[in-house]
């Protein structure tokens, strides 16, 4: 499988310490051996995605610079974000995998999206960016970072064309506070934005439940195209969530996307996940046979998980033939 990389996107940093640093490529990489390394291109239409005003305050940052209390930019940061925009495009067109940074799933149109706290580490939206510069139609985005991805929703949430599938951690224990079975889109986008829950100590059994109905709607759907918003920070012991997943969950996240018009786009992942999550999800995509075992999540974490899972069904039901 072709990855997109380059060192440039390690030239955004912060000289404080920051879980979101170039070492995540580092560990990255170093589990994506044997796979074919290409270079993204530089984009240099964000506005595409992007109000102009959050555009030129991230090209006329100086220095290194705070937005705002968990995400930083430095000078190199506004080109480092055309490369990761640009990555992002090639995967696509590669049908690959982009090993791109800053990432991007929680900026919207003006930067914090739902009245989200922070922007949470992204600076401009990679995968939004491919689906409007491509100006795609009936495309499937799939996220499944821990995090729900506010940005990408808040920019398709009137848009049919794009089905957005979030599984999350649930919002009410985690970043950034939104993402609730309710928020299913507007107008004629009502019912395209799917937001599936996920409780604290939750394990592959519980992914493994959600793949029926993930499928389902795909099946009724019939994306001509599935970009994944692919974050690894709920593989069990990462560091930024509560979730203990395995190369179990997404290895078969993966294989949603196998044999079809699909890439894929990092997210989060700081740690273990990158190491060990990455590469699984890789093989899932590409189809390639392994076996891994599975983990169970504590009985009192599995009948929260199946009273969200009957609500999420009960509204979706009136959108999809699940």
């Not at 049919?160 to 506070?177: R, S, Y």
């Not at 918003?229 to 395995?246: E, I, P, R, V």
Request: aromatic share 12%; hydrophobic share 35%.
């Amino acid at each position: 499988m072709y990855v997109v990389y380059s060192d440039k996107y390690k030239e955004h940093y912060s000289s404080m310490h920051h879980v979101e640093n170039p070492d995540r490529l580092t560990r990255a990489l170093s589990s994506l051996k044997g796979e074919k390394i290409v270079e993204p291109i530089k984009v240099d239409d964000p506005q595409i995605v992007h109000s102009e005003d959050y555009v030129e305050k991230i090209r006329n940052i100086k220095g290194e610079e705070w937005i705002d209390a968990d995400t930083y930019a430095n000078d190199k940061t506004y080109e480092t974000a055309l490369y990761a925009l640009g990555g992002a495009l090639k995967a696509f067109e590669l049908q690959g995998f982009a090993l791109v940074r800053p990432p991007g799933h929680h900026a919207g149109k003006n930067g914090r999206a739902f009245n989200a706290p922070t922007l949470g580490f992204c600076i401009f939206n990679n995968v939004a960016y491919v689906v409007r510069k491509k100006a795609l139609k009936h495309v499937a985005i799939i996220d499944f970072d821990v995090h729900y991805g506010n940005g990408t929703q808040e920019i398709f949430y009137d848009d049919p064309e794009v089905l957005h599938i979030d599984i999350h951690q649930d919002p009410k224990t985690i970043f950034p506070g939104t993402g609730f079975p309710e928020m299913v889109g507007k107008g004629e986008a009502e019912g395209t934005k799917v937001n599936l829950l996920i409780p604290p100590r939750g394990s592959d059994d519980l992914y493994e439940e959600l793949f029926p109905l993930i499928q389902s709607i795909l099946e009724d759907f019939k994306p001509a195209y599935i970009i994944f918003s692919a974050g690894f920070d709920g593989f069990k012991g990462d560091g930024l969530s509560s979730l203990n997943l395995t190369e179990y969950t997404f290895y078969n996240l993966g294989s949603l996307g196998k044999g079809k018009y699909s890439s894929g786009v990092l997210e989060g992942g700081y740690g273990i996940g990158l190491e060990r999550g990455l590469p699984a999800f890789i093989k899932g995509l590409k189809g390639e046979a392994t076996d891994y075992v599975k983990e169970k999540s504590p009985d009192s974490v599995k009948s929260r998980f199946f009273d969200y899972l009957e609500k999420e069904k009960e509204i979706l039901r009136n959108y999809w033939k699940i």
